[in-house]
């Protein structure tokens, strides 16, 4: 739990602090109910479609696995027919569905409309692939479809409201308000948050009628388009109806029922202060202890009333820690943290947050990821979005212990981001690279106080240290007794972290350069130069790596000479065109002609690659595999357990569990719907790898899709990826020791 701040900042006067945490709502007296019998508006129901939505619900109904469309020579009279006639009745779910789909989406509109109007087969539409045929019908036929969907929304399907608006849509949306849905919005509070001021509108009359369940139910609405849209939205909402009208619900109070609990575990004396901006004063243990209530009672998607406001006066450093305060101190609660504790920690967190965050939610595993809603606490890294808080979302969808959910849904994150700043996802990494705090020559000045250090690293990303005279040491030295007592100790500290900053970054950006001389990723030019050959730390692994730049005219070998300039295989120095295309050749595609010179080069200037690509093995298919989907020559092979987990740390993944616990596939990605797949015996049990030491290949087949059951030929893959392959199964059957690159 988080212990007190060891020097406490003053308290502010009460003159000072947000009214809600001085007066908050739950201490307002209640008012006498006003009752003015006002008539609810008479108008139709309208469909309001937010973009994309409709063209979204077109494709609903073939989006249903169990739905296929009818042949476009179907005979539309003949089964326009069968449900005029009540034959369609006797037809299986499935069927009725289908036939029902053909004349909703594909026959003149007419057929489509006339079965709209038959209440018979209403029943038909509410199950739930008959609600994504429905979907489609009122994306189609717009009016037609409504007193089927209103009469749906009111018994059982009230997800089909979103893009109606209407009185007897809000009077449907009034009476399910209370709905609690267990990690979604509720679909009437979706409704009013989506229509807002005109779903207010026409909740009035109802919040202004006899007491009764309805007009708690539309308080209640009323309130929750006050958290969400403003007290003037519903204020406004209010004044078609006149000004007795107005001054009604503008006294409306925004809370309703017993104050908010305090968990015992949130003690304020033990919780950190929260400052008030520009950091001069505190909020006192009263107004805190509110601050805390208000946070207890919110969610991401609903905060307590008034809180948003009261926010804005904190100071946002003090709010973040009170929300990792509450997030350590919380015990027992369902999901990864209680709803009012991941408001705060999304809503209040900072990259420090982001710093504390990321590693817990790295060990997360894939029970508790799913049990706990865990994915949802990725939302902070993308909502900070700086270069340190994406930085922890792509290590996340690539080292996260739940593969499934939390690197799936990082990744998916990663890209909304890089898609909102027109990039690719690898191009958003490659601008996420870290300078830490070098200056271009890739050194930085660590201060002692009477004593200063230049810090670098060599082009194998080794520290040096230069002291004031200028002699090279092969550490950082420890602080003396001559040194400044503060600015040491923290310039010692901060030489460890940037050796670990670096070994990391460095890591990371090994794996993606060798993953993507395989795959054969591409640069333009001024990429090349501003994310590599200008990075203080990349330029020195770019620099040990043969390059290739492709134009209209010709394609060129190249690599990073000392002195960040380029040369050629001649060792002349070259100019990159503007319009160049710059890949990381792999050795099959350069082939042996064009690698024996740059062996020769990279030997005689003692260059160590830091990953293998001049020396590296290539595999390619015998003449007589070319053409196949299966490779007979890795089949019935022994092999032993090490050797297929070995694979699992260079891109290959068991497949699930099967009968009795064992994983009897391993697989890897061979490009976009491409996988290759080994079968095992006796397979690997995932409770105790080591009990079948002893392994043998079934199978080695390539598919377009895991689980397509349709196969493809090896010959047609990148040459690459290929060799790759080939160099995996090779190694998985014939282990042999091969050169090491440098590190």
């Not at 080292?399 to 898609?419: F, S």
Request: net charge negative; hydrophobic share 40%; charged share 25%.
């Amino acid at each position: 739990m988080a212990q007190p701040l060891p020097s406490r900042v003053k308290d502010a006067p009460g003159s000072a602090l947000p009214s809600p945490l001085v007066n908050p709502p739950w201490t307002w007296p209640d008012t006498e109910p006003v009752v003015l019998g006002l008539a609810a508006p008479r108008e139709p129901v309208t469909l309001v479609w937010a973009p994309g939505e409709q063209e979204k619900w077109l494709k609903e109904p073939y989006g249903w696995k169990r739905v296929e469309p009818l042949p476009d020579d179907t005979d539309w009279d003949e089964v326009a027919e069968t449900f005029a006639s009540g034959e369609a009745l006797s037809l299986e779910g499935d069927r009725l569905l289908e036939r029902a789909a053909g004349l909703l989406m594909q026959a003149p509109p007419e057929y489509g409309e006339r079965l709209l109007a038959d209440e018979r087969y209403w029943k038909a539409l509410s199950t739930f692939a008959g609600q994504h045929v429905l979907r489609g019908a009122v994306a189609r036929h717009g009016q037609a479809a409504g007193p089927v969907a209103l009469r749906l929304m009111e018994r059982t399907a009230p997800d089909l409201s979103p893009p109606f608006l209407g009185p007897e849509v809000a009077q449907i949306m009034i009476d399910r308000i209370a709905d609690r849905a267990m990690r979604e919005e509720a679909p009437a509070k979706a409704w009013f948050r989506r229509h807002g001021r005109e779903a207010a509108r026409l909740a009035v009359p109802h919040a202004l009628g006899e007491p009764g369940p309805r007009r708690r139910h539309a308080e209640e609405a009323l309130r929750f388009v006050i958290r969400v849209h403003g007290e003037e939205t519903v204020v406004e909402a209010a004044r078609p109806y006149g000004e007795e009208a107005v001054a009604a619900i503008g006294a409306l109070n925004p809370h309703s029922g017993p104050p908010p609990e305090v968990p015992a575990w949130a003690d304020t004396e033990l919780l950190p202060q929260v400052l008030l901006r520009g950091g001069r004063l505190a909020l006192p243990a009263t107004a805190t202890r509110n601050l805390v209530a208000m946070v207890c009672a919110s969610s991401v998607r609903e905060p307590y009333p008034g809180l948003r406001q009261v926010e804005e006066l904190l100071d946002p450093a003090s709010l973040a820690e009170l929300a990792w305060a509450l997030y350590t101190a919380e015990r027992g609660a369902r999901h990864w943290a209680s709803d009012g504790v991941r408001y705060a920690l999304l809503s209040w967190g900072d990259d420090r947050t982001a710093d504390r965050l990321a590693p817990v939610v790295a060990a997360w595993n894939k029970s508790y990821v799913g049990d706990r809603d865990g994915t949802t606490a990725l939302e902070l890294f993308a909502r900070l979005g700086t270069d340190g808080a994406l930085r922890h979302l792509h290590r996340l969808s690539t080292t996260a212990r739940d593969r499934e959910r939390t690197r799936w849904h990082a990744r998916y994150l990663l890209g909304r981001i890089a898609g909102e700043r027109g990039l690719t996802v690898e191009q958003l990494i490659d601008r996420l690279v870290p300078g830490l705090g070098l200056d271009a020559g890739g050194t930085t000045v660590l201060d002692y106080g009477p004593r200063r250090f230049t810090v670098g690293f060599d082009e194998r990303l080794m520290p040096f240290v230069i002291d004031e005279s200028g002699k090279r040491r092969k550490t950082l030295p420890k602080p003396g007794v001559r040194d400044d007592a503060t600015l040491a100790p923290a310039a010692h500290r901060r030489f460890a972290e940037l050796r670990k900053e670096v070994r990391t970054a460095t890591t990371e950006q090994l794996t993606r350069l060798e993953d993507a001389m395989i795959t054969g990723r591409t640069w333009t030019a001024g990429e090349f130069r501003d994310v590599f050959v200008a990075h203080p730390l990349l330029w020195h692994i770019v620099r040990r790596l043969v390059w290739s730049a492709t134009t209209d005219e010709r394609t060129t070998t190249f690599r990073v000479a000392e002195d960040r300039t380029l040369a050629g295989v001649d060792d002349a120095a070259l100019t990159l065109p503007d319009d160049a295309t710059v890949c990381l050749p792999h050795p099959i595609t350069l082939g042996e002609e064009a690698l024996r010179p740059w062996r020769q080069i990279f030997a005689d200037y003692e260059i160590q690659q830091p990953f293998l690509q001049l020396a590296r093995p290539t595999h390619t298919l015998a003449e007589e595999e070319h053409g196949l989907a299966e490779l007979a020559r890795f089949e019935g092979r022994a092999t032993d357990f090490g050797r297929v987990l070995a694979l699992t740390r260079r891109g290959w993944e068991l497949r699930g569990k099967e009968y009795s616990g064992f994983r009897r596939q391993v697989t890897r990605t061979a490009g976009p719907g491409r996988h290759v797949m080994v079968f095992l015996d006796p397979g690997i049990r995932v409770s105790a790898p080591g009990e079948h030491a002893e392994q043998r290949t079934v199978r080695v087949t390539l598919w377009t899709g895991l689980g397509s059951g349709v196969l493809h030929p090896f010959s047609e893959l990148d040459p690459a990826v290929l060799s790759e392959i080939l160099t995996d199964l090779t190694s998985l059957i014939e282990p042999a020791a091969g050169p090491q690159a440098a590190p």
